[in-house]
């Protein structure tokens, strides 16, 4: 009779235990708990080691993949996040690829996809003859299985191992791939042409065009729409594997037959990618055949193409940190400047007053980034007029739009012609019905007023700026606030003494609760930007008679305003003699109030005032 060592017996049981847990948690009725058990995957297999990882828990998941798509989809996820770390490395990660591989099978393609990527996330921990070994087989196991969903999920897993694959291998990697690209299922065909730009990329330009150009044109041809759509990254691929001389040779023929697509989704996926497009073909081709086919898609009958259109006109862009322009290369910047006035803006007019209030949005995105690309002249004799147009639009995501861009207008025409022209109409925007413009317009005034000077903002912008302290809107309130505030940074305490603060003050008597709490909420913005004197002088007062005011939520902004002002205070000597004989006995005052909240936060000021 053999004895069992009850020791190793404990020892045993410990080290299963947690995957005894989640086998019980994977048959739990209850889909959250799988769910849930599935995202501690990492942690149980820690707690079994990398060893017991894989060799039981590995399998296990292998045998237990028959659960809803959500477990699924989970599962494909958490595999791919860095999982080879719990089961020794990337020596084993291959081990990860079977369970990967059976939900690339299913029929839902959320975990389909999910289940490909990890598969290529753990492609680039693999060595070339772990590839050889593992990666490769699995690859052509899936791209010739009987159900279309592992030969769909094939077609993802090509590209990544092609570059580690021998040039025997890629021969057959190659051709595996254009029988996909032939299939006679929709689905395949459709993810081959998602995934033959990827490819394109890793191969030699002689396998592109004898063996990526055949594919890709019979794809180009494809009788569904949702197929043809995708191959024009594909065609982008190509051409920017081959000279523009072998692009006007080989691509001609396809890039006409997309640019006249009887499906409008066609159409569109070419005028969202045409900048791109016209950048892989070269200058020579873009002049002969590209601005004809431009025109004609700003001019397209569907909306959603000349949507697309007009973004691509200038290009977008963004203000740096250091406040220089960024321009993504638009179309225009392709074409010379005669090209652009003679061909481009008379579409740009067009669009202007376009049917669709979405080409309209789009080209007030875009618009101001022709300006860089005009001269002064230009820009103001055919941009100005336009911008004025677009400022006046009924939808205002136009106008949001022209507003939030002005600044690159700015750099060509300066501010000073600029303001003239459109002063009227920003002024008009600024009592505009939707909050959001008049937000907007807020946030362009300190741009204005640096340029302007402040003389020139005194006199026109100066009214504007208070009259928002008593919008209806809150978030306006709140902007303009904050708008006082970087106007101070730009003008200067002096002028904020002379032209602000004596008007912020003023509300604070108002017996509307909204104005004074404005003016809580203004001094809290603008207190970091003023020195002590200021504060002393011709603030302090103002913020110790709010203290009493007879509204709670008046109260506790005092409170916390203190707080902002308590730190300005403690930076010098005579600010902290200020806080000691006036703002620690007023926040004690607080600290006694009725109101719960105002005593908090009067008790986080005073701790403040005490501690400095």
């Not at 040779?249 to 997309?258: E, K, N, S, V, W």
């Not at 005579?574 to 909240?597: C, F, M, R, S, Y």
Request: aromatic fraction near 6%; hydrophobic fraction near 45%.
């Amino acid at each position: 009779m053999v004895l069992s060592n009850p020791k190793m017996d404990s020892t045993s049981a410990e080290e299963l235990y947690p995957i005894a847990i989640l086998m019980d948690e994977l048959k739990s009725d209850d889909t959250q708990l799988r769910l849930n058990a599935i995202h501690r995957l990492s942690t149980i297999a820690l707690a079994l080691g990398p060893q017991r990882a894989r060799e039981d828990l590995i399998p296990f998941l292998q045998d237990n993949l028959d659960d809803e798509d959500e477990v699924l989809l989970a599962l494909a996820e958490e595999l791919g996040k860095g999982f080879d770390e719990y089961i020794g490395g990337a020596e084993h990660a291959h081990l990860l690829l079977a369970p990967l591989a059976s939900l690339a099978e299913v029929e839902e393609t959320l975990v389909r996809d999910k289940a490909a990527e990890s598969i290529t996330t753990i492609c680039g921990l693999l060595s070339s003859s772990q590839s050889e070994q593992y990666f490769i087989p699995l690859v052509f196991r899936l791209s010739h299985g009987d159900w279309f969903t592992s030969r769909t999920s094939s077609a993802a897993l090509f590209s990544p191992v092609y570059s580690k694959a021998t040039a025997s291998t890629q021969d057959e990697l190659r051709k595996a791939f254009a029988k996909l690209g032939s299939d006679d299922t929709p689905m395949v065909r459709r993810a081959a042409a998602k995934w033959l730009g990827p490819l394109v990329k890793a191969m030699k330009k002689e396998h592109v065009i004898t063996e990526a150009l055949p594919v890709y044109r019979r794809l180009a041809l494809d009788d569904q729409d949702s197929v043809r759509l995708l191959t024009i990254q594909d065609l982008i691929a190509i051409a920017q594997q081959l000279t523009p001389a072998e692009v006007k040779d080989h691509l001609l023929p396809q890039i006409r037959q997309a640019l006249t697509d009887k499906s409008w989704r066609v159409r569109y996926m070419v005028s969202n990618n045409f900048v791109e497009l016209a950048e892989a073909v070269g200058p020579d081709l873009v002049k002969d055949e590209l601005v004809t086919a431009y025109v004609g898609l700003l001019k397209d009958n569907e909306a959603e193409v000349r949507t697309a259109g007009a973004a691509g006109i200038p290009g977008s862009s963004n203000v740096s940190h250091l406040g220089v322009p960024n321009y993504w290369i638009g179309f225009s910047k392709l074409v010379d400047r005669e090209t652009i006035l003679n061909l481009i803006l008379p579409c740009v007019r067009e669009l202007s007053t376009d049917t669709s209030q979405h080409v309209r949005a789009a080209l007030g995105t875009h618009i101001s980034g022709l300006a860089p690309l005009l001269d002064k002249e230009a820009t103001i004799e055919h941009l100005l007029p336009l911008f004025l147009q677009l400022l006046k639009d009924e939808f205002p995501d136009v106008r949001l739009n022209i507003i939030s861009k002005l600044e690159q207008v700015n750099n060509v025409i300066g501010i000073e012609l600029l303001s003239h022209s459109l002063l009227p109409a920003i002024v008009e925007l600024a009592g505009d019905k939707q909050w959001r413009v008049r937000q907007a317009i807020i946030e362009y005034i300190p741009l204005l007023a640096q340029q302007l000077g402040m003389s020139f903002f005194d006199q026109q912008l100066s009214d504007l700026c208070m009259s928002w302290l008593g919008d209806i809107v809150f978030s306006i309130r709140e902007a303009a606030t904050i708008n006082l505030k970087k106007l101070i940074d730009v003008f200067g305490v002096d002028w904020a003494r002379q032209a602000i603060l004596p008007r912020v003050v003023a509300m604070a008597s108002h017996p509307n609760y909204l104005y004074r709490m404005t003016t809580i909420f203004a001094i809290s913005a603008i207190s970091p930007s003023l020195n002590v004197q200021v504060l002393r002088d011709d603030i302090l007062d103002t913020v110790l008679r709010l203290a009493g005011d007879p509204i709670p939520n008046i109260r506790f902004n005092v409170a916390k305003t203190m707080d902002v002002i308590a730190t300005v205070m403690v930076a010098s000597p005579e600010g902290q003699d200020v806080t000691k004989n006036t703002l620690i006995p007023a926040l004690q005052q607080l600290q006694a109030d009725n109101d719960a909240d105002v005593r908090y936060f009067s008790g986080r000021a005073m701790e403040k005032c005490v501690a400095a």
